[in-house]
């Protein structure tokens, strides 16, 4: 077993064209945005802090741990493209385990036009999937192939962190397998329903208000209402997701007791 814990991600990689905008324009407006901005994005739902001000790469989700004692490894897919390139040489810089990555001939990575309100830190995100849906697990019954170089010595990962930003059918298998290999599994969701048979392999689920509302469903709205949100998430929790979060985005997140 490594000295330091390993997590693993398992999602989409893009590359993040970020515009900072005083306002969103409303339909047929254009308008300038006051910075652009990329970032590295994997795992994370959204951008609900302002872009720098400064055009550059910006470290998001998995990037962010390279300065804890952990050891993150990267499972996804890119193109090799331009844009697949600056991905996988950012991850390796700041350290992350990019062996799980997987690059397609030919294919496109995935990108993301991302348009970020500079008051409240709201955001309206546009993606492609792109070379993300063509991602497979090397061996999906087993974990240890997700804790990158360190799992080939069959070492398996400590948490795992998995995001629908790849096929649904390839995340679905992973809790179950992680579950059963005494690992934490924790679900960043996108707004794509799994299968009844996968929360109770979830230690932790994670969905913004807004993917919660379509989930429930319940409209947008109603979720401003505390009670809204706890019957979310005894809804889910009923289903056996261990815990579940609701970001709240500038008014942090919900977590039930």
Known sequence: ??????????????????????????????????????????????HNNPASTQ????????????????????????????????LLKKLEDHGIDTTGVHTFEGAQSGTCVVIVEKDTGESRNLGILGANGQYEPHEPERIECLA????????????????????????????EAASN??????????????????YPAVTHLIMSESEAAILTPKPYEAFKDP??????????IDLGAKNVIITLGEKAAYLPD
Request: hydrophobic share 35%; net charge positive; charged share 25%.
């Open 1 to 46: 077993m490594s000295s330091s814990p390993i997590i693993a991600v398992v999602g989409g990689v893009n590359m993040d064209l970020v515009y900072e905008t005083e306002r969103m324009p409303i339909i047929g407006e254009s308008m300038d945005a006051l910075a652009p901005n990329t970032a590295i994005s994997t795992y994370q739902a959204g």
């Open 148 to 175: 990158g170089k360190a799992g080939k010595n069959g070492t398996k990962p400590d948490l795992i962190v998995t995001h629908l930003g790849v096929p649904r059918e390839r995340v679905e298998q992973i809790p």
């Open 181 to 198: 290999a005494g690992s934490s599994s924790e679900d960043a969701k996108k707004v794509k329903k799994l299968v009844s048979e996968v």
């Open 227 to 236: 009670k809204t949100r706890e019957e979310c998430a005894k809804h889910f």
């Open 55 to 86: 055009t550059g790469s910006d470290r998001r989700a998995s990037v962010s741990k390279k300065n804890l004692e952990i050891r993150v490894c990267m499972n996804g897919a890119l193109g090799d493209d331009a844009y697949g390139k600056t």
